[in-house]
């Protein structure tokens, strides 16, 4: 959680560095579109090689080598030599590695956790991260950023490698796995984690929900600095606001996430979180108002937390346990592949329509994904069971 509290200042901060380098929305898109590139091109290999080794030590290596990275960085923009190009090579370089960690991530939580508690275990987690991340984060950006644009850098620098530390210090037992096959190849591995997504009927139409989501989201975030700055003209502050306000409302996701499903069951808990989010991006693109924004910002933060706990989890429930990794990152590459096309299809709508189109075009996307849900909610007819909440952890000391 350390680290998501320097993501938070980075990924803050990287759009503000991009608005004082150029005001053309499609080469501001093209950060974002960066920053989920890897996922296509790395996504697949870093979740076969999350199979295959200790999760933990992947963990605080990549962390290491991210802190010297962004380290690096902070050196370079506090020396006044920031470009487009670094911010495009920084956003690229850190999900390139973030394919690893996130997998390994993924796959080493149900060795900690038991699968019956896997849903309150993500709830925690991720609502842990927005309080240390998303919450604390926001509002002092703009303080570090006036001071000194390479201040939030320079911290997210300094979280990464305490993460990587504190990672390195866990005592976990060593991953059980069976022998793998003789003449048994990554790219095999790879497949099998392909075939058992494709095959499982609950998780084809979320992967494929969460797809066009992250379409929308990718066109959303990707311009939403100039939405807040240009559009609504509420400044730095304003946009600040924006991230603190989702922060909150992710918190709140996370204490609601499970009580939500209790009553309807994971999938169709995500039906719920994508008619409400639909409903706020079009609140946030129609009514040019701060508070509208406002908002739309705080409704789609519930509902976005809601949505990752329940996939999540239900891609963790639903994966063979020797599997994990490799399904994680054939869902992981499907779905977040949409991501980059939606950052550059955000600025190439946002420069022909105006600078709020991005978000109307977002509720589009999130409605057809609530309609190719319909079929996983169906299916998913059971409830979430009342003692899904406290963690069996294996941790030895």
């Given amino acids: 959680m350390i680290s998501r509290f320097g993501d938070a200042l980075r990924t803050t901060a990287l759009p503000l560095l991009a608005v004082r380098l150029t005001d053309n929305p499609l080469v501001i898109a093209s950060v974002t579109a960066c920053a989920y590139l890897p996922w296509l091109l790395f996504g697949l290999l870093g979740g076969a090689v999350a199979d295959r080794v200790d999760q933990r030590r992947a963990m605080w290596a990549v962390d290491t080598v991210r802190g010297l990275l962004v380290a690096a960085f902070a ?32 796959a080493l939580l149900p060795s900690l956790v038991a699968r019956t508690a896997l849903g309150g275990a993500n709830a925690r987690l991720m609502t842990g991260q927005q309080l240390a991340g998303g919450l604390s984060a926001a509002p002092v950006v703009p303080l570090l950023f006036g001071v000194g644009a390479f201040l939030p850098f320079a911290a997210d620098a300094v979280t990464y490698l305490l993460a990587a530390a504190l990672v390195a210090s866990l005592r976990t ?18 497949g099998a984690g392909l075939r058992a997504l494709w095959r499982d009927r609950v998780l084809r139409p979320v992967c494929l929900a969460t797809l066009l989501c992250n379409i929308g989201m ?18 730095s502050s304003g946009f600040a606001a924006a991230m603190t306000v989702y922060a909150v409302g992710s918190l709140a996701g996370g204490f609601v996430a499970q009580r939500i499903a209790r009553r309807t069951g994971r999938a169709r808990a ?27 910002m705080l409704l789609l933060g519930v509902m976005n937390m809601v949505w990752n706990v329940h996939q999540v989890t239900l891609m963790q429930q639903r994966s063979p346990e020797a599997m994990v990794g490799r399904i994680s990152s054939a869902f ?17 709508v946002a420069a022909a329509l105006g600078l709020n189109a991005p978000a109307l075009l977002a509720a589009l996307l999130f409605a057809l994904a609530v309609i190719s849900l319909i079929p996983a909610g169906r299916a998913d007819v059971s409830v979430v069971a009342p003692q899904d909440g406290p963690t069996a952890a294996h941790v030895t000391g």
């Fill in 75 to 106: 050196l370079t923009v506090a020396l006044g030599h920031a470009s487009i190009p670094l911010l495009l090579a920084l956003a690229f370089l850190l999900t390139t590695l973030q394919t690893l960690f996130d997998n390994a991530a993924t």
């Fill in 173 to 190: 037992h060593p991953p059980e796995r069976e022998p793998r096959p003789a003449g048994s190849t990554l790219r095999a591995e790879i």
């Fill in 218 to 235: 990718g066109a959303l975030i990707a311009t939403l600095v100039l939405h807040v700055t240009h559009w609504l003209r509420a400044g």
């Fill in 270 to 296: 995500l039906l719920l979180g994508g008619t409400v989010q639909t409903a706020s991006l079009l609140l946030i693109g129609g009514v040019r108002h701060l508070g509208a924004l406002l908002a739309g």
């Fill in 332 to 348: 992981r590459t499907a779905s977040t592949s949409g991501a980059p096309l939606g950052a550059l299809l955000g600025g190439t």
